[in-house]
């Protein structure tokens, strides 16, 4: 999704994680039939089961069950972490296998997420066909114009800053633009609401819903560069809703224990001596890119 249209914030990415509830998961909640409106109901009431929560981007069964035991809320299946796709540019990146995903869905308990392509509706077909509980669209499968990505069904979103660079700061850019543009919205008067959600593309509907309720009106998670439990607590104090983390976790120098100070973090995010206690000894945290440096891809800028 390009950085310049979707329904928050102009600097931001956002992907869409879309849950597979009741109905086909491409159906929009733009309808107002009673059927799209109970589907979303229940689509965003199963996620809101997961608020306040960590999600762990997994790439196999051994990986799922590190998230599990550490008390990650979910995980959710990909072919590869953040970066080492970052590192394999150029390539394509798909959903994974479908067996891979039973793989984890029976090394684990929590809800399964699983990667498709932003777009990629029959991908997303197969993996509610094989169960999974939410299909995650990812923009590091392909990139898109992401306007409206609520309109469209989407029972969460994430706020996303630079995958797989284990450096936080685009994400709390990103994040920190979402919450300014809500407060802005909220003190906007009609004419205005309709501007706006004219500029941005997006439904006036969400839009309007957005500045009433002065929150947008799914779950927001924040991803991208998460890798200590100082990044979690700030994302968390930042206002999302819950996190992502793949690489962060998978790539530090002792993923286990990394993994269980990271979720710990997301539920003692104000208590700074907590905080002190979960960073104590935890190893090499994953080494982190400074894009600026580098002249690196910056995934955000990347267009259909
Ligand atoms: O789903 C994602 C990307 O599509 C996650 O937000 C991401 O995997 C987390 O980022 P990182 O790998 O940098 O921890």
Not at 12 to 19: D, E, I, P, Q, S
Not at 89 to 113: H, K, N, S, W, Y
């Amino acid at each position: 999704m390009s950085s310049s249209d979707h329904t928050h914030t102009h600097t931001g990415t956002v992907t869409v994680t879309v849950y597979k509830g009741a109905g086909p998961i491409t159906e929009t909640t733009s309808s107002t039939s009673t059927k799209n409106l109970a589907a979303f109901a229940k689509k965003t009431a199963f996620a809101k089961t997961l608020c306040g929560g960590v999600i762990m981007e997994v790439t196999n069964a051994e990986q799922a069950r590190i998230a599990e035991v550490a008390g990650a809320c979910a995980v959710t299946a990909t072919e590869h972490l953040p970066s080492d796709i970052r590192s394999r540019r150029g390539e394509v990146f798909r959903m994974c296998d479908p067996q891979l995903v039973q793989q984890i869905r029976t090394a684990v308990r929590i809800p399964v997420f699983a990667k498709a392509r932003i777009g990629h509706f029959v991908e997303a077909q197969i993996l509610e066909s094989i169960g999974v509980s939410f299909v995650d669209e990812s923009e590091l499968q392909k990139p898109r114009r992401g306007a409206a990505a609520v309109g469209e069904g989407a029972a969460m979103v994430r706020t996303e800053g630079e995958v797989g660079t284990g450096n936080v700061v685009d994400t709390v850019r990103h994040l920190r633009a979402v919450m300014g543009e809500i407060r802005v919205l909220s003190n906007m008067d009609e004419d205005e609401v309709f501007e706006f959600a004219k500029r941005i593309s997006a439904p006036y509907d969400v839009v309007w819903k957005t500045k009433e309720i002065g929150r947008l009106p799914v779950l927001n998670f924040a991803g991208g560069g998460i890798s200590t439990p100082a990044d979690v607590a700030l994302m968390m104090q930042l206002g999302c809703d819950g996190v992502f983390i793949g690489s962060g976790v998978f790539k530090s120098g002792d993923p286990v224990r990394c993994a269980r100070a990271m979720v710990r973090a997301a539920t003692r995010y104000t208590d700074p001596g907590g905080l002190a206690d979960l960073s104590y000894g935890l190893g090499e945290a994953m080494s982190g890119l400074d894009l600026e440096d580098e002249g690196g891809v910056r995934f955000a800028d990347r267009t259909e």
